[in-house]
């Protein structure tokens, strides 16, 4: 029945063209030059244009937004850390299901966009329904739609802001130099990890709940693709399948690491039916769920934002199917 309601609301919602189109920018961005390209872009439409101008900014215009305006659509501008706010925001105002969305890259890191935008799996300027994934740490909500990266990844993340601050250094050459820097103090961290609702990705059977404790290594959960300005860490992910990809990678020693870095940026260490390679399957685990709970990292990092896991050292991760409209552009 909930299915059915949520279908026929979103039937009955308008098309992106008949929707009130907000654009929302960072008047800082590009020297000013971004904000003058908007103003100049929508100049003869009914849209209009609402200025950031602090972290948190996105969040709260994209909340004001839709809670009073629940079918008005929100046009970001920004890198993944805007897209992780303006999820947020929508979530927030409870206007998921009739709200709608889109991305124009203009950040540092633009992964959520390459899969979103750039993969070809919908029309663009359609409404798209996708999933959002809820995660909850130390008694705080958070949504996200790209990927959560927990350990080597997440401190890797710390080490590439760094070196996008202090160094010439952007996208996926700041990202590489965070794993090189970040590989000369590698730890692991002890995790007990749950994962109930899983499917064979081949297929969709169900498998088993499965439940993992050992030292990891890194962690990355999500719908998309990419990270870290092009790191196919989860080549099968799908923004609209119901499930999160999740990739656990075992203690390796630092050669080991380097000789398989290259796979686990391209994408290669698994086929399309979800079956890894020989080599690495002693290395990692490859699960597609609906849940995950882990317990153990102080850290972790959604869509590039970099979070505390409190006292309990615990997250938890659930995907809601079809939780937002976005419209690739």
């Not at 299915?3 to 009955?12: N, S």
């Not at 305006?69 to 947020?88: I, K, L, Q, R, S």
């Not at 870290?228 to 075992?250: E, K, R």
């Not at 079956?275 to 990692?284: A, C, P, T």
């Amino acid at each position: 029945m909930k299915a059915r309601i949520e279908e026929t609301v979103r039937e009955m919602c308008p098309p992106v063209s008949e929707r009130h189109q907000v654009h929302i920018v960072n008047p800082a961005a590009g020297r000013g030059r971004l904000l003058e390209a908007v103003r100049r872009a929508i100049a003869d439409t009914a849209g209009e244009i609402r200025e950031s101008a602090e972290p948190g900014d996105v969040t709260r215009l994209v909340r004001e937004l839709f809670e009073a305006e629940p079918y008005a659509h929100a046009v970001v501008y920004g890198g993944d850390g805007t897209v992780f706010e303006a999820v947020n925001g929508i979530m927030q105002s409870g206007a998921g299901r009739t709200a709608s969305f889109s991305v124009i890259p203009a950040g540092s890191g633009n992964d959520f966009s390459t899969h979103a935008n750039d993969s070809g799996l919908h029309p663009k300027s359609v409404i798209a329904p996708i999933d959002v994934i809820r995660t909850v740490s130390d008694g705080v909500e958070r949504y996200y739609a790209n990927m959560m990266n927990i350990g080597f990844d997440c401190s890797v993340v710390a080490q590439t802001l760094w070196l996008k601050e202090k160094t010439f250094l952007r996208g996926s050459a700041a990202y590489i130099g965070g794993v090189a820097k970040e590989l000369f103090v590698k730890k692991t961290t002890d995790v007990a990890v749950e994962f109930s609702g899983c499917v064979n990705p081949a297929d969709g059977s169900a498998l088993p709940d499965l439940q993992l404790r050992q030292k990891m290594l890194l962690t990355a959960v999500g719908n998309g693709s990419c990270c870290g300005g092009g790191f196919h860490a989860l080549p099968l992910a799908a923004l609209d399948d119901g499930y999160m990809d999740a990739l656990v990678v075992n203690d390796v020693s630092r050669p080991r690491f380097v000789a398989l870095v290259g796979d686990y940026r391209a994408g290669t260490y698994v086929n399309e039916k979800g079956e890894l390679k020989e080599r690495f399957r002693s290395v990692l685990r490859f699960v597609r769920c609906r849940k995950m709970r882990i317990t153990g990292p102080e850290r972790f990092c959604l869509d590039g934002e970099i979070f505390p896991t409190g006292a309990a050292r615990t997250i938890e991760a659930e995907v809601l199917p079809r939780a937002l409209n976005y419209v690739p552009l």
